[in-house]
């Protein structure tokens, strides 16, 4: 059973970056496809991006496109979401998500696993 633990919420300043963390265990994160998540009240959990296991990115969030980067590292078993340029629009609980097959939707309904989700304020 895959289990997924984030890390890297914080409180932020407009402008400045951050790095979540969502790090498994119980299975080997390459055989999924992964993806970001955020929920807030005005968007409920909406899509940020997602990466399949044979590295396609798709990006979902429109405000995000330029600034958010989704990567993993097999190896340590760990995907990333790089936060740049943070806005305040941005201030929301993170998810990370996981599905053991390739998949090309944001529904969340078609992820299996789910992290306990962290949050990030911008504010200044």
């Known amino acids: 059973q895959l289990q997924l633990v984030h890390s890297g919420g914080d409180l932020a300043h407009p402008g400045v970056s951050l790095r979540l963390s969502c790090t498994a265990s119980?299975?080997?994160?390459?055989?999924?496809?992964i993806a970001w998540f955020l929920h807030c009240p005005v968007h409920y959990r909406e899509g940020v991006s997602y990466?399949?296991?044979?590295?396609?990115?798709?990006n979902y969030k429109d405000s995000g496109k330029d600034r958010f980067t989704i990567s993993r590292d097999n190896a340590k078993n760990t995907i990333y979401l790089q936060m740049n340029s943070l806005r305040t629009e941005d201030t929301a609980i993170y998810y990370c998500?996981?599905?053991?097959?390739?998949?090309?939707?944001?529904?969340?309904?078609?992820?299996?696993?789910w992290g306990q989700g962290t949050q990030v304020t911008v504010s200044s």
């Open positions: 990466i399949r296991r044979s590295g396609l990115i798709a």
């Open positions: 119980g299975s080997t994160l390459g055989d999924y496809t």
């Open positions: 998500a996981a599905v053991r097959r390739r998949i090309a939707t944001m529904a969340p309904l078609d992820y299996d696993y």
